[in-house]
């Protein structure tokens, strides 16, 4: 009997201990289970993360990269325009020279042939001018001949007629003077000594 409730002692024991064992080894096993779920859990969210930011980054640079290609097609836009108005810049300039050469060609043709006009002109003009010059010449002689006998004809009769009529006005100013003031005295005295 003795025997028999050790044996079954041991066997319980024996039982008890696998028992604890396989629930150890099923705990064992359950956490390596979620670490290695929370592991891969953590590997997906930081996959996820990489592949979010990686989508934003390539759609970034494709915003950016379109935002470079409007930029080019404005600036190859701007810069045609800019070439054709230059062109056309250069055309009308091309042709307001050749209309102001035209004009100059013109100008000149005619500038000579006036300036040979002139010439002509101002050669009779010269032979008229000393023509003239040698007239007034002999004029002036003359006139001034007759004008230094005038003068001195005038100027003896100024003289004379001068002299005559300061003569008689001074004469006559000094007796109206004499007259005033004799009879102003007389007047004075008589008022003065009514006797």
Request: aromatic share 0%; charged share 5%; glycine share 0%.
């Amino acid at each position: 009997l003795t025997l028999t409730l050790t044996l079954t002692l041991t066997l319980t024991l024996t039982l008890t201990l696998t028992l604890t064992l396989t629930l150890t080894l099923t705990l064992t096993l359950t956490l390596t289970l979620t670490l290695t779920l929370t592991l891969t859990l953590t590997l997906t969210l930081t996959l996820t993360l990489t592949l979010t930011l990686t989508l934003t980054l390539t759609l970034t640079l494709t915003l950016t990269l379109t935002l470079t290609l409007t930029l080019t097609l404005t600036l190859t836009l701007t810069l045609t325009l800019t070439l054709t108005l230059t062109l056309t810049l250069t055309l009308t300039l091309t042709l307001t020279l050749t209309l102001t050469l035209t004009l100059t060609l013109t100008l000149t043709l005619t500038l000579t042939l006036t300036l040979t006009l002139t010439l002509t002109l101002t050669l009779t003009l010269t032979l008229t001018l000393t023509l003239t010059l040698t007239l007034t010449l002999t004029l002036t002689l003359t006139l001034t001949l007759t004008l230094e006998l005038t003068l001195e004809l005038t100027l003896e009769v100024t003289l004379e007629v001068t002299l005559e009529v300061t003569l008689e006005l001074t004469l006559e100013l000094t007796l109206e003077l004499t007259l005033e003031l004799t009879l102003e005295l007389t007047l004075e005295l008589c008022l003065r000594n009514p006797k």
